[in-house]
């Protein structure tokens, strides 16, 4: 059954245990309370007849706004579930109190009846829907709320085709008895099992943080000024519900005038809501994809316009075919199309709103249009014909469009909205990321300004003057400087000729000459826009960082290719699944592990860069990749399917889309001729002969531990010859073990293993990892061993893998002064590197210690390149200040 709803209703494994719970109960409610429906609007109608509808709609609208009221402040003290398991035992009791009733002849009853079910209909609106919100977010909304409104859907058929049955075997009355069974049932259901889906179902106390969410009807129009998607909300909520008691009462005087008995009417209503419901039931299931063809604000503009149809088609023809199409066509739209797609609309309210506008939008809001389209009937019936009151709908019908059509203009503007009212803060989400050379994360917001020359950033950078020729010679000289200045001559007199050189220079170490280089580019005519495109291709994730910031500031170039993007590097991420898919097939080896998280992050990198090409022609897209990160991921997406609808949209939405990786693999395989015959061996190959050295690295390392595997051996001797040495190094260490000799744990490896200790390298992947094991050397040190003396220059940085180092003042003489003792995890001689002057004390080891020394010039630059690496030495730093008493 998994495998069906994964196939077919795009219903994934983590989602199946909480769909089908829901669904289950979806169906058993509304199952039964359409028996319940059709037994009360018979009953009242052949007892009351249809004037007394108006004043019941009134009490109804009433009523409820006080019950709701009251409900709002249980639900404050309890969950939603615990509340429905309150109101299922209620009514199963209520109902048979309504029997004994009906077989008293208590004919008041009736309107009782009338008013518990419209009682019902609001409380199942407001907390069936809740508990569906939590379960399921906005993006998982468009596939599995049409799904369980399906469920309700199935429910209300089966309950409508079976109402004349049921009736005419055991009677009408004992539709009650019915009634009151199933919701016994239910609730009884819904006991056992809601704490294992939902989490808790028992009263707890009063939450003082949700206090907040009461807002005062005071403050409704300035939260609609602030919101437009509150605004929105409580127009789809008001308006169908001021339209709709006029609309039942048209159809409650056509359908009692066209239906002379009592079991005539109640058999027209179960067949005539059987057929309409089962005709709703179908389309469910194609409508997802409707919502994806459409999007959500074109699909919210259908219920709007079918009810001015309906509405101006009644001012011309008042009969029983009309009032069926619109009673049809009110109830297929409603809960195929308008009800879910409402319900998704509420995941995309700000967080701080989203308990109030459950309650007050789904329930108030809902009443009081309720209310006024009763009192609306009552005021106008003396003066008015009933076919009259279609005119004043219509124009109601209408002005619902206009807000729609102003709904659908604002949409992304929304989504955005919500995003910021959530407090994303720029600066402290590190998963926002662009990638320098090797995958270096860089911030968004520094790529504006940090490396991007501007006349505020390098207000002192003039460019020199230099002719184009000796420029164009000096890009290749050893000295940055020099380099810089003769970039920065060539922004002043552009020369295509340059062009190359300049390409090649945004992929300089050197940060001045890197963005020289691009403050160059900057200035070249539109033409350098095919070179920076095809450059593309080749460069690494730096040098794709740069040429993309030069497009997109370059005030000369009009259009941009993203196939160059949207191309080779998509094409990877799809085939890095593939391979993280098989991997997980294994477990308990570390290779694994490392080349899984590897191949992760680099798709990590991919999709960063992906986002900052599109930043080019989309402002939004930095604040969208930062919520891919957040709580609002699901809006995110939402704002993302929005904003690029075009090609480009199918390569990135499977990527950031929360769907299982076999749905995310097979959207690739439509996308690119990806490998099909998925083997390990055969991934494992390809990668061993990928671009990129660190996959080479891991895939032979995890080849190693797959070993004695005949098909992997070829391939570990070609890495043998490879061009970076510490692969040649893995691929020996693979080799020795191919051929049953005992090896060491490459060096590499071994050191890598030994920085994911220090929580000085917290948060960094294999590739940063790779990155200072590179130029780490491993060092055994004895006790008594001084290695660093007062006033003489170390170059040197220690990171103490065991062992005890103590940190001496004035060593050796008789003021010596213990300052502090360094042990596993601590390192030691950072601050010369930034402050440029000798070591103020001596460190002794004073336990044999194990050490990792790193040359302070080259872990400079790779901090530069890893900036995480600095985030974190700030916050060592910061923790040592405070243990010596220097906090504030």
Request: aromatic share 10%; charged share 20%; hydrophobic share 50%.
């Amino acid at each position: 059954m998994k495998h069906l709803l994964e196939k077919y209703l795009k219903v994934y494994g983590h989602e199946f245990s909480r769909f089908v719970w829901l669904a289950v109960i979806f169906f058993a409610v509304f199952f039964v309370t359409a028996i319940f429906r059709n037994y009360v609007d018979t009953a009242f109608l052949k007892r009351y007849g249809p004037d007394y509808i108006p004043w019941m709609l009134v009490i109804s609208a009433l009523l409820t706004m006080v019950v709701l009221a009251y409900a709002d402040r249980l639900a404050r003290r309890s969950s939603d579930s615990y509340l429905m398991i309150l109101v299922f035992f209620a009514y199963a009791a209520g109902a048979i109190l309504c029997w004994l009733m009906v077989k008293g002849k208590f004919t008041i009853v009736y309107p009782v009846l009338y008013q518990l079910m419209g009682l019902l209909d609001a409380i199942q609106l407001v907390y069936l829907w809740n508990i569906a919100g939590d379960l399921f977010d906005a993006r998982q909304g468009k596939r599995i709320f049409p799904l369980v409104t399906a469920a309700q859907v199935l429910g209300t058929t089966v309950g409508s085709f079976l109402t004349r049955p049921i009736t005419y075997g055991i009677g009408e009355d004992a539709a009650l008895l019915v009634f009151s069974l199933v919701f016994l049932l239910t609730g009884l259901f819904m006991s056992a099992t809601a704490r294992g889906i939902v989490g808790e179902t028992k009263p707890k106390k009063a939450i003082a943080s949700k206090e907040p969410d009461r807002k005062r009807l005071a403050e409704v129009p300035a939260l609609m000024r602030q919101y437009p998607i509150v605004r929105f909300l409580i127009i789809c909520g008001l308006i169908p519900n001021i339209l709709l008691p006029i609309f039942s009462y048209q159809f409650s005087v056509i359908s009692n005038s066209s239906f002379a008995s009592e079991q005539s009417l109640i058999t027209f209503l179960s067949i005539f809501r059987g057929s309409t419901t089962f005709a709703t039931f179908l389309i469910l299931f194609f409508v997802g994809r409707l919502y994806s063809t459409m999007g959500l604000p074109n699909a919210s503009l259908v219920q709007p316009v079918n009810f001015a149809i309906v509405f101006g088609a009644l001012t011309a023809f008042f009969n029983i075919y009309v009032a069926a199409y619109g009673q049809f066509t009110l109830i297929l739209i409603q809960r195929a199309i308008a009800g879910p797609v409402n319900k998704i609309l509420f995941n995309v309210i700000p967080k701080a709103l989203v308990a109030w506008s459950r309650s007050f939008i789904r329930g108030t809001v809902l009443k009081i249009g309720m209310l006024a389209g009763s009192l609306l009937m009552i005021i106008l019936k003396p003066v008015m014909d009933v076919q009259d009151l279609a005119y004043i709908a219509t124009v109601l019908a209408a002005y619902w469009v206009f807000e729609t059509l102003l709904f659908r203009k604002e949409y992304k503007r929304i989504l955005k909205q919500v995003i910021v009212v959530d407090k994303i803060d720029y600066d402290q989400i590190e998963a926002v990321q662009t990638f320098d050379a090797g995958g270096a994360p860089i911030g968004l917001e520094s790529a504006a300004t940090d490396l991007i020359p501007s006349e505020k950033v390098e207000e002192e950078a003039k460019p020199a003057r230099m002719p184009p020729d000796m420029a164009i010679t000096l890009l290749g000289d050893p000295n940055p400087s020099v380099r810089a200045e003769a970039a920065l001559a060539l922004s002043a007199n552009p020369d295509m000729r340059a062009a190359k050189k300049l390409i090649q220079c945004l992929e300089d170490l050197d940060d001045q000459v890197r963005n020289a280089a691009m403050e160059a580019l900057i200035a070249f005519p539109a033409e350098i826009v095919t070179i920076l495109e095809a450059s593309l291709l080749e460069a690494s994730l730096r040098g794709k960082q740069a040429i993309l910031e030069v497009i997109r500031l370059s005030p000369k170039i009009s259009y941009f290719e993203m196939t160059h993007l949207f191309g080779r590097t998509v094409e990877e991420a799809y085939g890095n699944l593939i391979v993280i898919r098989r991997l997980q097939e294994l477990d308990g080896y570390e290779s694994v592990q490392m080349l899984k998280q590897h191949l992760t992050a680099r798709n990590d990198e991919i999709l960063s860069l992906l986002f900052y090409g599109l930043w080019v022609y989309h402002a939004d897209m930095r604040l969208m990749y930062q919520s891919l990160k957040s709580e609002n991921a699901s809006v995110a997406i939402e704002l993302v399917e929005t904003s690029i609808r075009g090609q480009n949209l199918p390569y990135l939405l499977p990527l950031i889309d929360d769907v299982p990786l076999s749905e995310k693999i097979e959207k690739g395989r439509k996308l690119f001729n990806l490998v099909v015959k998925d083997d390990l061996e055969r991934l494992l190959g390809l990668l061993a002969h990928s671009a990129d050295r660190v996959t080479r690295l891991l895939a032979v390392y995890v080849m190693a531990d797959l070993l004695p595997n005949q098909a992997l051996i070829p391939v570990i001797e070609s890495r043998r010859e490879d061009d970076d040495p510490l692969v040649r190094q893995v691929a020996e260490y693979a080799s020795a073990r191919a051929t049953g000799r005992e090896a060491p744990m490459p060096e590499i490896i071994d050191i890598v293993n030994k920085l994911k200790m220090f929580s000085l390298f917290e948060g960094l992947g294999i590739r940063e990892l790779h990155a200072v094991a590179s130029i780490a050397k491993h060092e055994s040190l004895r006790a008594g061993d001084v290695i660093i003396r007062s006033g003489e220059d170390n170059p040197s940085i220690y990171l103490v893998v065991s062992g005890q180092i103590t940190i001496y003042h004035d060593y050796d003489t008789p003021e010596q002064k213990e300052v502090r003792t360094i042990e596993k995890d601590g390192s030691l001689n950072f601050v010369p590197m930034f402050a440029h002057v000798p070591p103020a004390n001596t460190s002794v080891v004073t336990q044999d210690a194990e050490v990792l020394v790193l040359p302070q010039s080259q872990f400079h630059e790779i901090m530069r390149v890893y900036p995480q690496i600095g985030l974190n030495l700030l916050k060592m730093a910061a923790l040592v200040f405070r243990q010596m008493g220097l906090s504030a």
